[in-house]
């Protein structure tokens, strides 16, 4: 295989660099949306920086009955991909590489941010996850650390470590990338046959759904509170064609109130008629939450938040989210 492939730390610390040092970070099975993670680390580090990424399936993040034996294990393809997106290396440590004494016994715990959402329905994930990131920091000792949007919680808490624990290093975050039909990329798609895929198109749609009543009610809202008080109201609005707004201007002007809940609402709405088709999506989670720490928004919530969901459809379980908006003009 290529010289782009180091197995030991030993012999990524005998890998000269010079400039900024940025890592992408993978369990394998490489897809599009690990190369633009690489090719965005290729852009931040510079000509003269270096972009080192990692393969390594971590047992510790995955629980009982969870899929690590079956996998994705592609390595010869992933060399590929990240050496064509731009890699000077990619690092692929053996299990007893990163954890030469077995299951380490100190670990990192995720805190009850961990224990929200995916933390819920997979126990010690997080822990595992940030253990792993932990010792893939020390090791490959970058100056920038690029991790995908798509795992929202993930990026998340990763943030916090970093913070929390002085670590120095910069975490970047980058836009999910989606298929045309707006399924997110995931190694596990791979998993879904052609009717599988079909149902889980609704979970992209269930986001895109709460996206857009998020931005019809707020524009509703701003052209409202754009329009002349009192009766000048009502007749402002009709003449925009807004003619169930100009019959009661006022709940028009506080229509903003309630904004999560019919966020919520309409990605529900798509969610609950993909549990009709057949085979039926599994809903596990649908949550709006606060980036910062992953509890449900409340109906004044203004600011960023996360509409986030997890579902099965057959045996493959998905995860997807959105970034929103909440303000008086989102």
Known sequence: MTDLLLHTAEELHKLSRTGRRAVVMTMGALHEGHATLIRTAREQAGPEGQVVVTVFVNPLQFGAGEDLDRYPRTLEADVAIAEGAGADAVFAPAVDEVYPG???????????????????????????????????????RPDLALFGQKDAQQLALIRRMVTDLNFPVEVV????????????????????????????????????????????????????????????????????????????????????????DAVRAAALHVLDEAGRHEPPLVLDYLALVDPLDFTETGQDFTGQAVLAVAAKVGSTRLIDNIPLEFGAHS
């Open 173 to 260: 975050g980058v836009p999910t990338v989606r298929e045309e039909d707006g399924l997110a990329l995931s190694s596990r798609n791979r998993y879904l046959s052609a009717a599988e895929r079909h149902t889980a198109l609704a979970l992209s749609r269930a986001l895109f759904a709460g996206r857009d009543r998020l931005a019809a009610q707020a524009a509703l809202r701003a052209r409202a509170e754009a329009s002349p008080a009192s009766d000048e109201r009502a007749t402002a609005l009709a003449r925009l064609g807004e003619i169930r707004a100009s019959a009661d201007a006022h709940a028009v002007s506080a229509a903003g109130a309630g904004l999560p």
């Open 102 to 140: 077995g299951d380490p016994q100190v670990r990192i715990s995720a805190g009850p941010m961990g224990e929200r959402l995916e933390g819920a329905t997979r126990p010690g994930h997080f822990d595992g996850m940030l253990t792993v990131v932990a010792k893939l920091l020390h090791l490959t």
